[in-house]
């Protein structure tokens, strides 16, 4: 039995073969040969893997047009030998990359070489008289050209005679086939729904392309001969033509990329060089120390050894492309950081031996595996380097890598009910009913909802709906780009994977990160950051201000005051200590080195989270620290005693039982497996180890148990130490330089309205002025002015990005002079009720000293001055007399009372901007309120009086039936939450209503790093 045509679901939603149910079935039917068929060569490699591992001999074939005078015909070209297999490379990605829908002759002659072309029984080949074609093809191709029939359900198709007197003008072999484009018969309607899905047509779209037929199912080995028993010789030919293709994609090969040096030049002699030059720079010493150098030999020759020199090499040039242009890069990341040839070319910023990190961990000379060298960019510069890469080593070696998105249970769900033309109402109650959480699968959602149950009942339609939808959930449905990977090739990629048009003139790869690194291309990741981002813009700012430049490298480590801001908690704003969590282990560490903030970063996961209590009692000496043997006491002391670490594990298994740092990584990967007969044996040649070295087994075995115990647990030290200098020169930039940090934090907050809510509130308890945007002042974003922060325009709901742009415009040439004087400059264009209405509520026009109901009245009459005077941005007809004599007068109105003008703040800000209302309601009661911020300070049972307004009430029910609410409430200090048991809602549920200012008595409960407030009792 042979398959000459599966297409996989691997082709995005043109068929719905997954290839794990694909392989049994083969295999159930004794199958010799298959073949993919897809319109690209997405797909191709787990095929081929799959076809490997089953032992089925597997044929790559590609779905196809070829050019003729103009117009198009379907062809499959099947790669017959390697030759021909490079050659489907190259055609599929030449078609990809220039977006052309059928292979030109020239084309089609210089990639023939090794390829079998299939010409099937298709309309376009036997609509009229195809001679010409049928001789153009069979003279490029030869005995290698030939015809194919399929008889789906054993129907005949009336073209079939005339095909095949077609075939024997040109002398062409048939061979039988089967285009398969589902498993079972039955899969023919979830097909055509997917079809559907793809088209992006609806099922009753008149415009929709049909399935030919509804037998696209893959046949049994009876079937087929059934099928075809008058003509057993074409399904021998099939099975013939298959075995006749034998090609061997290779994979497991080191395809690494070549740095260009000249040919005189030792490469060895030119890094080592370079290593030097770079050591001295950083350690600003010329005689640099002996541990220093026998350290740079051993690492440079590992990279030797293991040929990675120019991966260095390229590594090392385009972070000085990166540095030359001003754009910030990371101070490393993962186990890049443990290398000291990373930190002397300026790849990395740690200094690996003042941090004790280990070579090992990152190129292990007894374990050879590619070098993973990532990268974090600021986020919005990333591309420069991408394209710089490109240009370097050539657009044909540098791609970015592609990444399947697949349909997920809400996905397939939603997109299933719109191709079945179901309402807006439904799809509403489906995207209700099916949770997003991660790992939700349709049936796990039907299992856990019986709301979703119900509804599905309810009509017979839905049941088909679901039915489907399980039956497409998790095919891949779309291409994108992978964020951070980029490939770089050897030589032309073309040679070793196909390609496709990506962005910004950079090539995509058609195959994912997996199958590349299968077949040895090396993957770089160029992260982009968006904390790198923010700590350019601060720098940006202060420079601009002060005209100071800060070099974040040469931060000292060793500043006050950032550890007194960690140590209070006031981590907003900072990377990776923010969450409430994190703050509550740095006031219980109240970190004094740098140290503690790598050690608070690796421990906060779950697992080592229970250790943070431990460290802190014993950083504060509240708690002896105690070793299992006297020799972990060096390796331990920076942690007091704790193993955090992965590289402590490495040391212990040097120090104590003589492994090589190798052999220690070794161990410390087999560990961290748990995989009982690794933990036996690992634990036998560790206690020989020991043993040689003069310690009792007792003592070996219970260091031995130590390591299994916190393997989980073990961080690598060199990403913690890594991306601790990021917290670090972010708690810097807020400990010292607040203004500019909050000022570039506000920016980036654009658009969250809870982070610029919390970043305001902590901007007034630092009592940094804040300023109201303004026309005359304002930039888009938030900037400074004499050390308060202006808001900028763009803060303002609803005001059009291109009216802001018109108004910084025209500023240029001057300040403005009233509103009308705003209206004659940017024209009616920009200058709409939509834009200025909303500036005029948030203040940004009180420049003109004016109340704001005055300039709100006089809107529409500058509307239509805009409209007469300026109507669109050509140069008009009263711009030259500067439309003096014609400015229309200011509308009387009466003051806006302050309770709304607030409220409008609110609407268009998210926040109020003059004073809170609860802050004047506090001083009108004239009581002592706990402020909602503080609660979080308090400890379980305190009891608590607060003053809040009401945001949000959530009413539901208990166990038993009771209701009960859950009340966010908001004061001048920030938010807090309120819980009301059934005894306390029923007496006070009516004043749960949303904008009600309440006074609420109760006591602090601390649960899950969340603070809430019991209710006892609440008053209007």
């Known amino acids: 039995m042979v398959y000459p045509y599966i297409s996989t679901s691997a082709d995005l939603l043109k068929s719905t073969v997954r290839i794990d149910e694909l392989f049994p079935f083969l295999k159930e039917q004794g199958t010799a040969s298959v073949a993919i068929v897809n319109s690209t060569l997405y797909g191709a490699l787990p095929f081929w893997e799959a076809c490997n591992q089953a032992g089925i001999h597997g044929v790559l074939g590609f779905s196809t047009s070829i050019e003729f005078e103009e117009q198009h015909y379907p062809v499959v070209l099947y790669a017959k030998t390697n030759e021909g297999y490079s050659n489907l490379l190259k055609i599929s990605s030449a078609l990809a990359t220039r977006k052309r829908e059928s292979i030109p002759e020239q084309w089609l002659k210089a990639y023939q070489e090794g390829l079998v072309c299939v010409i099937p029984d298709k309309l376009e080949w036997t609509l009229t008289d195809r001679s010409e074609v049928f001789n153009y093809i069979s003279g490029i191709f030869g005995d290698r050209c030939f015809g194919s029939v399929q008889r789906p359900g054993g129907e005949i198709a009336e073209s079939e005679e005339g095909f095949i007197a077609a075939c024997g003008r040109v002398s062409l072999t048939i061979i039988a086939t089967q285009e398969v484009r589902y498993l079972k018969k039955e899969g023919a309607f979830a097909y055509e729904v997917a079809s559907a899905i793809g088209q992006g047509l609806k099922l009753s779209d008149g415009q929709r392309l049909l399935p030919a037929h509804t037998n696209a199912y893959a046949p049994t080995a009876d079937e ?56 001295e720079e950083r350690l600003g010493t010329t005689s640099l120390w002996s541990e220093y150098l026998a350290r740079l030999e051993y690492e440079l020759d590992v990279i030797k050894k293991m040929g990675y020199i120019d991966y260095f090499l390229i590594v090392a040039d385009f972070m000085k492309f990166a540095r030359q242009e001003g754009i910030l890069t990371g101070p490393g990341r993962g186990s890049s950081a443990s290398s000291l040839v990373a930190f002397s070319l300026q790849i990395t910023d740690v ?36 394209e710089y890469v490109a240009r370097k080593y050539g657009q044909t070696r540098t791609a970015q890598i592609i990444t399947f998105g697949t349909l997920s249970a809400k996905a397939v769900a939603r997109d299933t009910a719109r191709v079945f033309g179901f309402e807006s109402e439904d799809l509403e109650a489906i995207s209700k009913l099916i949770p997003n959480r991660p790992g939700t699968t349709l049936r ?82 160029f992260l982009g950051l968006r904390n790198l981002t923010i700590l350019e813009q601060i720098r940006k700012l202060l420079a601009r201000d002060t005209g100071r430049t800060i070099d974040y490298r040469k931060l000292s480590l060793d500043d006050e005051k950032t550890y007194t801001l960690l140590a209070e908690g006031d981590t907003s704003g900072v990377f990776q200590l923010e969450s409430d969590g994190m703050r509550k282990a740095l006031r219980q560490i109240q970190p004094t080195a740098f140290g503690d903030i790598v050690a608070v970063n690796a421990l906060y996961r779950p697992g080592p989270m229970e250790f943070i ?77 020991a043993l040689k070295k003069g310690f009792k087994e007792s003592e070996a075995t ?64 630092k009592n940094i002025p ?12 938030y900037s400074i002015e004499e050390g308060k922060i202006r808001i900028g325009l763009n803060s303002i709901k609803g005001v059009p990005g291109t009216a802001v742009r018109a108004l910084l415009a025209s500023r240029k040439e001057g300040p403005f002079t009233s509103l009308f004087n705003i209206a004659e400059r940017i024209s009616a264009i920009h200058f709409t009720r939509k834009a200025f209405e909303p500036m005029i509520k948030a203040g940004a026009l009180d420049d003109f000293e004016l109340d704001r109901a005055v300039m709100l009245a006089s809107l529409d009459s500058a509307v239509k001055h805009a409209e007469l005077v300026k109507p669109d941005e050509e140069p008009g007809l009263f711009d030259e007399m500067g439309a003096s004599f014609m400015k229309p007068k200011y509308t009387k109105a009466s003051p806006i009372p302050e309770n709304l003008k607030l409220d409008l703040e609110m609407e268009v800000l998210g926040f109020y901007l003059s004073t809170h209302p609860l802050q004047r309601e506090k001083e009108k009661r004239n009581q002592k309120f706990d402020d909602l911020k503080s609660l979080k300070h308090k400890r379980d049972k305190d009891r608590v009086h607060v003053l809040g307004m009401v945001e949000e009430v959530k009413r539901i029910r208990t166990k038993k039936g009771d209701a009960m609410a859950f009340v966010n409430l908001q004061d001048d200090t920030g938010p807090a939450s309120v819980t009301l048991f059934p005894e306390e809602y029923a007496k006070f549920n009516a004043l749960l209503q949303e904008d009600a200012i309440l006074e609420v008595q109760g006591t602090i409960e601390n649960r899950m790093n969340r603070t809430s407030v019991i209710c006892k009792n609440i008053s209007k």
């Open 702 to 765: 219970e260091v031995y148990d130590l390591i299994v115990r916190f393997a989980d647990y073990g961080f690598p030290k060199s990403h913690a130490v890594a991306y601790s200098m990021i917290s670090y020169q972010l708690a810097f930039m807020k400990a010292n330089y607040p203004v500019h940090f909050y000022t570039a934090m506000l920016g980036n907050s654009a658009g969250n309205a809870e982070k610029t809510k919390q970043l305001l509130q902590e901007v007034k308890e």
């Open 224 to 279: 087929m001969e059934l099928w075809f028993s008058d003509k057993p010789e074409w399904l021998d030919a099939a099975a013939a033509m298959l075995q006749s293709c034998k090609v061997a994609i290779r994979t497991n090969r080191q395809l690494l990329p070549v740095f260009p040096l000249a040919e005189e030049i030792n490469k060895a002699d030119y890094i080592k060089e370079y290593c030097l030059q770079g050591l």
């Open 444 to 525: 796990s959602a039907l299992k856990e909802n019986k709301a979703l149950n119900d509804w599905i009942i309810a009509r017979e339609e839905r049941k088909t709906w679901f039915k489907t939808a399980i039956q497409l959930e998790g095919l891949p449905r779309h291409a994108s780009t992978h964020a951070a990977g980029v490939i770089l090739s050897p030589s032309s990629l073309v040679e070793y994977v196909p390609i496709e048009e990506g962005n910004e003139g950079i090539y995509l790869t058609q195959w994912p990160m997996g199958d590349l690194e299968t077949i040895g291309l090396l993957k770089m990741d």
């Open 351 to 386: 200094d690996p031996l003042e941090h004790g990190l280990l070579f090992e961990r990152f190129l292990n000379p007894e374990r050879v595996t590619l070098p993973d060298i990532d990268i974090d960019f600021a986020d919005h510069r990333r591309h420069e380097v991408v």
């Open 770 to 781: 804040l300023l109201p945007p303004s026309v005359q002042k304002s930039f888009s974003s």
């Open 613 to 689: 209590p431990l460290y802190a009692r014993r950083k504060h000496k509240q708690e002896s620290v105690a070793y299992v043997h006297p020799i972990l006491e060096p390796i331990l002391s920076e942690t007091y005693g704790v193993i955090v670490y992965q590289e402590q594990i490495m040391k212990i298994a040097a120090q104590m039982a003589g492994f090589s740092l190798g052999e220690a990584d070794i161990l410390r990967r087999a560990v961290s497996k748990k995989k009982r007969e690794i933990l036996d044996q690992e634990r036998v040649n560790f206690v020989n180890g």
